[in-house]
């Protein structure tokens, strides 16, 4: 079966999504993968609706049309047939704890453009579940990369996947985010490519110490977290800091940088029992920044394995794992054997003609 699967995650940068076949014994192949970058009007509107308390219920409809067009339009231009779609929505709101989550991203225009099922809402149907909706993808992972390994996503938000019989996730804290609304705030750019200013600057344990008082990161799992949590209101702190202490600004993003390995490592460390036997591999865009990753390695005394090096791209090993859980859920739709797993979540198919995917699957 082929699939298509996109995602857009936390760092609210554009929709990510790959390509591929896989079959009943659960071996894939990538046929090709890809990132559409949200226009600065759209990802403006993201971020405004995300950390406001007062939202234009109006515009986030428009969103939600919109962001539906955008995933339709990269299908037809790649212009590979599949034979099911996944898109489990752009995240306005997530509350793992209290149970709540909004997700946004029309798939209808997918699905009645391409004739093809698509399955969506997955967050939805894992809270259904009795699970916090994020991490969704700790069963998935166990297939892409193996058994008894530490997968390691930074994407705006870092999370956690320690994969075997039976896998479990949480997130661990910010990953990118703190460190683009400073590099935004800073320096009027959308990132710190490959962590150029986050290894010239000095860690400033003053500013640590401020940041380090969050008790997310010393929280037991299960635990979910999002921009309602690192988002405009926590960043506040780094500019009331800045403006008291008038550090070097690049000092600020190194210690940003720093705090994103630190709250990772301590969760490692904290959380998962026989850690240091363990492969740690990474994937989403903060593997590209060398200060985070340098300085995790450091304080893990462990080298981490890139996902590239694996055959897995680092921006397409969560539509991967999406694309693997859309296909556990048309199994169970269809009462397939699928080797008696129950894949939660289980996502919510769309109306459509299904009579291609059947025929793939028996």
């Given at each position: 079966m082929r699939i298509f699967s996109a995602m857009s995650g936390t760092s609210t940068d554009g929709i990510s999504y790959v390509i591929f076949d896989i079959d009943k014994e659960f071996k894939f192949n990538i046929i090709k993968n890809g990132h559409k970058s949200y226009s600065k009007k759209i990802k403006t509107k993201l971020l405004n609706i995300a950390e406001s308390r007062i939202v234009d219920k109006v515009e986030i409809a428009k969103l939600h049309w919109e962001l539906g067009k955008i995933l339709k339009d990269i299908y037809e231009k790649e212009s590979i047939s599949c034979d099911l779609g996944v898109f489990s929505?752009?995240?306005?709101?997530?509350?793992?704890p209290r149970k709540i989550t909004l997700q946004i991203g029309d798939v209808t225009l997918l699905n009645y453009s391409s004739?093809?099922?698509?399955?969506?809402?997955?967050?939805?149907?894992?809270?259904?579940?009795?699970?916090?909706?994020?991490?969704?993808?700790?069963?998935?992972?166990?297939?892409?990369?193996?058994?008894?390994?530490i997968i390691l996503n930074i994407g705006g938000i870092s999370n956690i996947t320690v994969t075997g019989d039976r896998p479990y996730g949480f997130d661990s804290g910010p990953g990118n985010m703190l460190l683009d609304q400073a590099m935004r705030f800073f320096y009027r750019k959308d990132m710190?490519?490959?962590?150029?200013?986050?290894?010239?600057?000095?860690?400033?344990?003053?500013?640590?110490?401020?940041?380090?008082?969050?008790?997310?990161?010393?929280?037991?799992?299960?635990k979910s977290t999002g921009r309602e949590?690192?988002?405009?209101?926590?960043?506040?702190?780094?500019?009331?800091y800045s403006k008291r202490e008038n550090p070097d600004k690049k000092d600020i993003i190194a210690t940003l940088a720093y705090f994103t390995s630190y709250s990772i490592y301590k969760n490692i460390v904290n959380f998962i029992g026989n850690w240091k036997n363990m492969e740690i591999i990474c994937a989403g865009g903060?593997?590209?920044?060398?200060?985070?990753?340098?300085?995790?390695?450091?304080?893990?005394?462990?080298?981490?394995?890139?996902?590239?090096?694996?055959?897995?791209?680092?921006d397409a090993r969560e539509s991967l794992a999406f694309g693997i859980i859309a296909y556990l859920s048309l199994l169970m739709e269809l009462g397939i054997d699928n080797k008696g797993i129950l894949a939660y979540p289980y996502g919510k198919i769309t109306i459509a003609s299904m009579e291609k995917s059947i025929l793939q699957l028996k």
């Open positions: 929505g752009h995240t306005i709101y997530h509350d793992g004739k093809i099922p698509v399955v969506t809402d997955l967050r939805y149907s894992d809270i259904a579940a009795g699970n916090q909706g994020a991490p969704l993808v700790p069963f998935a992972d166990s297939i892409i990369y193996g058994k008894d390994k710190d490519f490959e962590g150029e200013l986050s290894l010239k600057g000095e860690i400033l344990e003053d500013l640590i110490k401020i940041l380090s008082k969050d008790n997310f990161i010393s929280k037991k799992p299960p949590r690192y988002g405009r209101e926590f960043f506040e702190k780094i500019i009331e903060g593997c590209k920044n060398k200060g985070i990753i340098e300085r995790l390695e450091i304080l893990l005394n462990k080298k981490i394995i890139m996902s590239d090096n694996l055959g897995v791209p680092w």
